[in-house]
């Protein structure tokens, strides 16, 4: 089956109902998107597959064949930061970061279909990647500087 991720399309040889995360992860070797739960309750491994955040514990790799991937590494880069991902260094949001790429993903996913989010809508959307270090008013704040950033753009 054929996955485009990041871009990059690649040939893998997996079952097919063998998880997206492990075909991240074992297969193409793609480590930020990270195992939580594996019952699609936390939101580590959030990666967007044609532009909408899933969760890719739950995803069978043959629902993604043909489907563009992105993960926390095509997002944006050390040199181009996407907005999602410099608001979260600006109002240091992360603490051990274990969440922090499915956080990210789910944010970016969020603002490409509400560009201006109210506390409310970001509580709703975001409700279900669990932080533990409970930096939810940074991650809040995060969210509302990237969207202003974006308007700006």
Do not use: F
């Not at 580590?44 to 993604?64: E, K, Y």
């Not at 409970?134 to 700006?152: F, N, V």
């Amino acid at each position: 089956m054929k996955l485009t991720v990041n871009g990059t399309t690649h040939d893998v040889d997996v079952e097919p109902d063998m998880p997206l995360l492990w075909v991240l992860r074992d297969e193409i070797g793609v480590t930020g998107v990270k195992y939580g739960c594996g019952i699609a309750r936390c939101g580590a491994c959030t990666v967007q597959m044609d532009g909408m955040a899933v969760r890719s514990c739950q995803i069978p790799a043959s629902v993604a064949d043909g489907a563009q991937v992105t993960t926390i590494e095509g997002l944006g880069s050390p040199e181009n930061l996407h907005a999602v991902q410099a608001a979260w260094i600006e109002e240091q949001v992360a603490q051990c970061g274990y969440c922090q790429s499915g956080q990210i993903m789910q944010a970016a996913a969020l603002l490409e279909v509400n560009p201006e989010p109210s506390d409310q809508d970001i509580d709703i959307v975001m409700g279900g990647n669990l932080c533990r270090c409970g930096t939810y008013p940074r991650i809040r704040a995060a969210i509302h500087r990237a969207a202003a950033k974006m308007k700006e753009a």
